[in-house]
């Protein structure tokens, strides 16, 4: 029985101190592959690195948080480091790309529009190099919608939604267009109700798992503002937090965590099709 993370940033400042220690932690827990998107085309090469260090695999493309200070040459730059590394079985997909409209100096018009030009360049790069995508969405699920559609590729789009927290309705959309969606360890917190009631009603082939290490704790790792206030650091997520975090799914679709990890290694599979001659026969 073995996991997939299929969203980490091992490539983050939190993690450079003992990045061999936390992935070691990880596939001690069973987690035996990693997806690691960039963030901003000065990330693209540490990114290929630890996914051939490591036997993982990586995403190229801009995040949305990096869109400020991004712009035509990023773009130009992607579309180069795409073709460079067209042959390289590690290279995934293209993200993590997409729209945030919950940061503050991300929601001004300006840069709502321009944050929505990056998002469809880089999707249409993605159709034209053949990839997934690997979207981050936040407070903007129903443009990242719009965008999709108006640019789906024939036979439609592959890719995850990343820690998704939309409505059913959304999430709905996302799945339709051929998307999976990211769940990891916002599930794990009783008062979530909402993000818990779309991980137990939607279909199982519709989900995939991820840590968003260093970022989203589960539970057991979280502190509050008060508890931070009063030296408490922040809990770091890591990979090796994802069978805990998987647990609780099963717990909440009723399902043997042992048929809950084969279905899904096979979703990763289906979402990011270049992970399957990775991860061997148990992607079938």
Not at 71 to 97: K, M, P, T, Y
């Amino acid at each position: 029985m073995t996991w997939i993370d299929t969203h980490c940033h091992l490539d983050a400042p939190e993690l450079a101190h003992d990045i061999d220690e936390v992935r070691a932690r990880a596939h001690q827990a069973g987690v035996d592959h990693c997806v690691i998107p960039a963030v901003a085309v000065a990330h693209f090469g540490a990114v290929r690195d630890l996914a051939h260090r490591f036997g993982d695999s990586y995403a190229l493309g801009i995040h949305p948080l990096c869109a400020p200070q991004a712009g035509e040459q990023d773009l130009r730059e992607l579309d180069w480091a795409l073709a460079a590394h067209a042959s390289d079985r590690r290279l995934v997909a293209v993200g993590e790309i997409g729209l945030d409209f919950f940061v503050p100096e991300l929601k001004t018009e300006a840069m709502r529009v321009h944050q929505e030009q990056m998002y469809r360049g880089q999707l249409v790069l993605a159709r034209t190099h053949g990839l997934p995508v690997i979207l981050h969405v936040r407070r903007s699920a129903d443009r990242l919608l719009k965008h999709l559609r108006e640019l789906c590729p024939p036979g439609g789009w592959k890719g995850i939604a990343h820690a998704f927290n939309g409505s059913l309705q959304q999430a709905e959309a996302f799945v339709a267009l051929g998307l999976k969606l990211g769940f990891g360890g916002a599930l794990t917190f009783e008062a979530a109700r909402q993000l818990r009631l779309l991980a137990k009603a939607l279909p199982i082939d519709a989900l995939v798992m991820e840590t968003d290490a260093p970022d989203i704790p589960p539970w057991w790792l979280y502190r509050t503002a008060a508890e931070r206030a009063q030296g408490q650091p922040q809990g770091r997520n890591e990979p090796a937090q994802l069978p805990r975090i998987a647990a609780e799914l099963a717990q909440l679709r009723g399902m043997p965590i042992p048929e809950l990890a084969a279905q899904l290694r096979h979703n990763a599979a289906s979402a990011l099709p270049r992970l399957a001659p990775l991860l061997g026969p148990q992607a079938a």
